[in-house]
């Protein structure tokens, strides 16, 4: 069964760090896009991240110069470095994945079950 393993997060103080890491098991041809959104209180859910296969990156204005994101092809993950942390950055963090597999067919959105980030101002 393909799925999305999320791990990392938690608390931190504002001004800390955290990261945030996502592993994709199962049956996978290939994988794309992958990224990392957010739901934040009272908001819908939001882009933070997403590396392409070839590493090309996009990141939420919110979060330029303090978010950086990797991924490991190989492995199958995904990391989101988060630096320079505020309140606003509280929120449930998703992974996502473009997976192409039998199971699912071509290149089907993935997510995964969340991670919360609170950071205590």
């Known amino acids: 069964q393909v799925q999305l393993v999320e791990s990392g997060g938690g608390l931190a103080q504002a001004g800390g760090s955290l990261s945030v890491a996502c592993a994709a098991s199962g049956s996978i041809f290939r994988i794309d896009d992958m990224g990392w959104y957010r739901r934040s209180p009272g908001k819908q859910r939001e882009l933070v991240a997403v590396?392409?296969?070839?590493?090309?990156?996009t990141f939420a204005e919110a979060v330029k110069g303090r978010f950086t994101v990797s991924r490991d092809n190989g492995k199958k993950t995904v990391t989101l470095q988060m630096n320079s942390l505020n309140a606003e950055d509280t929120g449930v963090y998703y992974c996502n994945a473009v997976i192409t597999a039998q199971e699912l067919g071509y290149n089907v959105p993935v997510w995964g079950q969340g991670t919360l980030v609170t950071v205590s101002s």
């Open positions: 590396i392409s296969r070839g590493g090309s990156t």
